[in-house]
């Protein structure tokens, strides 16, 4: 092709297309200046304009590269570009970050307060004396979770701090009893309260996490919930406050989240309640009484009518 056709094909191009890739041959490397000079002289910064050589032409990149065209010697340098600036998003205003001191954790029934005035729903749950000798009056039936509720022990599994499927009053007794001595075994802090809460089953488990980033801002993250989380890595981070398109968005890109779609005949969990609740968990970007440093609810149980949290970490600021 002639240098004016060249460029008469190339205008016609820029003036329609959203990104314009000019494939250059061998002429590249014997006629440099012919090849590349209508890429050149084509481009245009509101429709941009790409180059990629075949085969090796260093005179023909240098005067694109010198000339501001983007320019690329593989296809799969080439191809990763024009993903990223066909996927790019449009910025959105920012959310003022927090200022951050030196808060406090709240334990995880104050958490699940804090979670339900932004509207995430919990799991019902009391608060029994770890000094129990009798079995309670339960507003909910067992089976049940039982778990140690306190500040200062975030990590509730580590310290033995949690009993599963306890299916009924006596073995609930005992089950305090147990873990009260566990506990004291492993951090040395006497228990004085635990958390009863009702098994909950579902079709899947998200997390669903928020923190504020010093550089960043306030982030909002999705991911693969319970004990795949950090076996996998599979999760989804935006600047928050987020919307529901967005959350959706965020959803998708889970790829352990194609289980709740209904795989392969199995009920289909409710990802609309999934993007409410991490919509929901975004709020705190905006919120100052209290400031949160961090906030995670893992496992959110993904229900096909809902979804609930059965466990919760927040740091205040």
């Given at each position: 092709?002639?240098?004016?056709?060249?460029?008469?094909?190339?205008?016609?191009?820029?003036?329609?297309a959203?990104?314009?890739?000019?494939?250059?041959?061998?002429?590249a490397?014997?006629?440099?200046?012919?090849?590349?000079?209508?890429?050149?002289?084509?481009?245009?910064?509101?429709?941009?304009?790409?180059?990629?050589?075949?085969?090796?032409?260093?005179?023909?990149?240098?005067?694109?590269?010198?000339?501001?065209?983007?320019?690329?010697?593989?296809?799969?340098?080439?191809?990763?570009?024009?993903?990223?600036?066909?996927?790019?998003?449009?910025?959105?205003?920012?959310?003022?970050?927090?200022?951050?001191?030196?808060?406090?954790?709240?334990?995880?029934?104050?958490?699940?307060?804090?979670?339900?005035?932004?509207?995430?729903?919990?799991?019902?749950?009391?608060?029994?004396?770890?000094?129990?000798?009798?079995?309670?009056?339960?507003?909910?039936?067992?089976?049940?979770?039982?778990?140690?509720?306190?500040?200062?022990?975030?990590?509730?599994?580590?310290?033995?701090?949690?009993?599963?499927?306890?299916p009924?009053?006596?073995?609930?007794?005992?089950?305090?009893?147990?873990?009260?001595?566990?506990?004291?075994?492993?951090?040395?802090?006497?228990?004085?309260?635990?958390?009863?809460?009702?098994?909950m089953?579902?079709?899947?488990?998200?997390?669903i996490?928020?923190?504020?980033?010093?550089e960043?801002?306030?982030?909002?993250?999705?991911?693969?919930?319970?004990?795949?989380?950090?076996?996998?890595?599979?999760?989804?981070?935006?600047?928050?406050p987020?919307d529901?398109?967005?959350?959706?968005?965020?959803?998708?890109?889970?790829?352990?989240?194609?289980?709740?779609?209904?795989?392969?005949?199995?009920?289909?969990?409710?990802?609309d309640?999934?993007?409410?609740?991490?919509?929901?968990?975004?709020?705190?970007?905006?919120?100052?009484?209290?400031?949160?440093?961090?906030?995670?609810?893992?496992?959110?149980?993904?229900?096909?009518?809902?979804?609930?949290?059965?466990?919760?970490?927040?740091?205040?600021?």
């Open positions: 092709m002639t240098p004016p056709l060249a460029r008469r094909a190339l205008a016609e191009l820029v003036g329609t959203l990104l314009v890739l000019a494939v250059v041959g061998s002429s490397r014997f006629h440099p200046q012919q090849a590349v000079q209508p890429v050149i002289d084509s481009a245009n910064a509101a429709k941009p304009i790409a180059a990629f050589l075949v085969p090796e032409a260093p005179q023909a990149l240098a005067m694109l590269s010198e000339a501001g065209v983007p320019s690329f010697r593989t296809p799969e340098a080439c191809a990763d570009a024009i993903a990223a600036a066909l996927a790019r998003r449009a910025p959105k205003p920012a959310a003022p970050t927090p200022a951050i001191g030196s808060g406090g954790v709240l334990d995880e029934l104050e958490a699940y307060a804090l979670l339900d005035r932004l509207g995430v729903p919990c799991s019902p749950a009391v608060a029994l004396d770890a000094t129990i000798a009798q079995p309670p009056a339960l507003p909910f039936a067992y089976p049940v979770a039982v778990k140690v509720l306190s500040a200062d022990i975030p990590h509730k599994t580590e310290a033995g701090g949690v009993a599963l499927n306890v009924d009053g006596d073995a609930l007794v005992a089950a305090i009893k147990t873990m009260r001595a566990t506990v004291q075994q492993r951090t040395g802090i006497t228990l004085d309260r635990v958390l009863v809460a009702p098994m089953f579902g079709i899947g488990e998200a997390l996490g928020y923190r504020v980033d010093r960043a801002g306030p982030l909002i993250m999705v991911a693969a919930g319970g004990v795949y989380t950090e076996i996998y890595r599979d999760r989804s981070l935006r600047l928050a987020v529901l398109p967005t959350a959706h968005a965020m959803i998708d890109e889970v790829k352990a989240f194609a289980t709740l779609k209904g795989f392969r005949g199995k009920p289909a969990g409710d990802l309640a999934l993007a409410k609740a991490i919509v929901a968990l975004s709020q705190l970007a905006l919120q100052n009484d209290p400031v949160v440093a961090e906030a995670e609810v893992n496992p959110l149980i993904v229900r096909p009518d809902g979804v609930v949290a059965v466990d919760a970490l927040v740091k205040t600021g």
